[in-house]
C-alpha cells in the first residue's frame, strides 16, 4: 500500500494485512520461502507498548505474500504502523505499512 494513505478505523476493530514480498530492486520479482516477522510500533516506528495481532512470524508463498494474513487490533485511540522485518539476500531489512489510525468514531 502507498505509504501516504492512512488507514482510519475504530477501537477493537480488526484489520486484515495481506504482505507480499519483492526485492527491493525488481519488485515485479516475488521472493518465495522467506521468513518474515511483524511487530506493531508507533507512527514513527518505534516500538511502544504491544498491540494485539495474530502473530509474529510467518514464511512467504511461491506468489511473495504471506502464508498467513496479518490481524491487527487496537484496543486504544493512537497511530500505529505494521513493520515487517525480512532478509533481502541476505541483509537484514524492514519495511512499514502506511499509519494506522484508530479514533473515537471512524470518519
Known amino acids: ?3 501516504q494513505v492512512p488507514i482510519i478505523t475504530g477501537p477493537d476493530t480488526p484489520l486484515t494485512f495481506y504482505v507480499r514480498l519483492v526485492f527491493n530492486d525488481n519488485i515485479l520479482t516475488p521472493v518465495s520461502g522467506r521468513r518474515i516477522k511483524f511487530s ?4 514513527f516506528g518505534f516500538s ?3 498491540r494485539e495481532i495474530n502473530l509474529s512470524a510467518a514464511a512467504t508463498g511461491p506468489d511473495g505474500f504471506s502464508q498467513i494474513n496479518v490481524i491487527f487490533q487496537a484496543h486504544d485511540i493512537g497511530v500505529y504502523r505494521l513493520r515487517v522485518d525480512y532478509d533481502d539476500r541476505g541483509i537484514d531489512n524492514f519495511s512499514f505499512s502506511p499509519n494506522i489510525i484508530v479514533i473515537s468514531h471512524r470518519a
Do not use: L, R
Open 1 to 3: 500500500m502507498p505509504a
Open 40 to 43: 506493531i510500533v508507533d507512527s
Open 48 to 50: 511502544g507498548p504491544q
